[in-house]
């Protein structure tokens, strides 16, 4: 009878002994599901405020260029639904295809000016001394900071035709044709003011972001380059850029978003002229749709403009997802 009451004892206690009790389980489980949505619980509130903020202004642009609606039906709160039209007026104008055209290349010159400028910026900050780095830090910050209206107004005088600093500079260099000269009155010259406001804008973004990238890198492998013979160039693409790819890729991937729907720069110089010859799409929509009172029409133009820019960022942007797997 011991025999048998000691084997029923230990039986239970046999089968049991290795694992955990079911209310550890339960604590466990518990801590387990807290860890895994805290993250989820964290970024929730900036995605409800995404999500006010910009999905529905997007979608309610959506709905409206697909109406026919001027000021007056905006005042009546009077609805005309036209289908598609908007979308195949603007499909089949050539002015459309031009605007495009334009906007596409004016991206594509400022993106290569700011990441060839803002890079040789960031290499100068990481060879300068303390001092002088601090002032040059200083002063990209500042500009930087500075509102974008306020820069616009800063380079229209300095570009004035008759009180401009760059003509009286350059009429003292002995070259007395600029004398007067009227920057906005030509596509290019327009063009070259407004692409050297973006640049002098948006190269501290690159240069304070590149030179903290570059205070990662270690100073053993600069050193180990300089001597196998190295030079500055060779250095740079093999040791900088190889580290440094996920920042270029990110950063450049920033700026064609944001010159791409650059806005105010291009209107508040010379709203998109001389004679709409430098209007890129957003300003091309603005016109058509605040200006000419089209709001239907423009919301279909600034639909479309984030349709060419998804498309035109599609392969770029899997670029930068594989760049992300191999890391």
């Known amino acids: 009878m011991a025999a048998q009451t000691t084997g029923a004892r230990t039986r239970p206690g046999r089968g049991r002994a290795p694992d955990a ?55 009546q709160h009077t609805t005309q639904w036209t289908g598609f039209s908007n979308y195949t007026d603007q499909l089949s104008s050539s002015t459309f295809w031009h605007t495009v055209l334009r906007s596409v290349l004016f991206t594509l010159a400022n993106v290569a000016l700011i990441m060839a ?64 000269y009227n920057w906005f009155g030509h596509q290019f010259s327009t063009f070259s003011v407004i692409t050297l406001m973006i640049v002098w804008q948006s190269v501290p973004f690159v240069a304070l972001n590149l030179y903290a990238g570059l205070t990662t890198i270690s100073a053993e492998l600069f050193e180990a380059a300089r001597m196998d013979g ?40 010379n709203a998109g002229g001389p004679e709409g010859s430098t209007e890129t799409l957003p300003v091309y929509a603005f016109i058509e749709g605040v200006g000419n009172q089209h709001y239907g029409m423009g919301a279909a133009i600034s639909t479309l403009t984030i349709v060419i820019l998804l498309a035109l960022m599609s392969y770029y942007f899997r670029i930068m997802l594989k760049q992300e797997d191999d890391l």
């Open 230 to 269: 190295a030079g500055a160039w060779r250095t740079f693409g093999s040791v900088t850029f190889p580290i440094l790819k996920p920042f270029f890729l990110g950063t450049t991937f920033l700026e064609v978003i944001w010159v791409f729907k650059a806005f105010t720069q291009v209107y508040a110089l």
């Open 21 to 75: 009790p079911p209310a550890d389980h339960a604590r466990r489980g518990g801590r387990g599901l807290g860890a895994r949505s805290a993250p989820y619980l964290l970024i929730l509130p900036a995605c409800v405020a995404t999500i006010a903020l910009l999905g529905y202004p997007l979608v309610r642009n959506v709905i409206i260029s697909f109406q026919d609606l001027n000021a007056f039906q905006l005042i």
């Open 117 to 180: 400028a803002g890079t040789a910026v960031g290499l100068l900050l990481n060879r300068l001394g303390k001092r002088m780095r601090l002032v040059l830090q200083l002063g990209l910050v500042l500009a930087w900071a500075m509102p974008v209206v306020a820069g616009t107004t800063v380079y229209q005088w300095l570009f004035d035709s008759q009180y401009g600093v760059v003509n009286w500079f350059l009429a003292k260099l002995d070259w007395h044709s600029m004398a007067g």
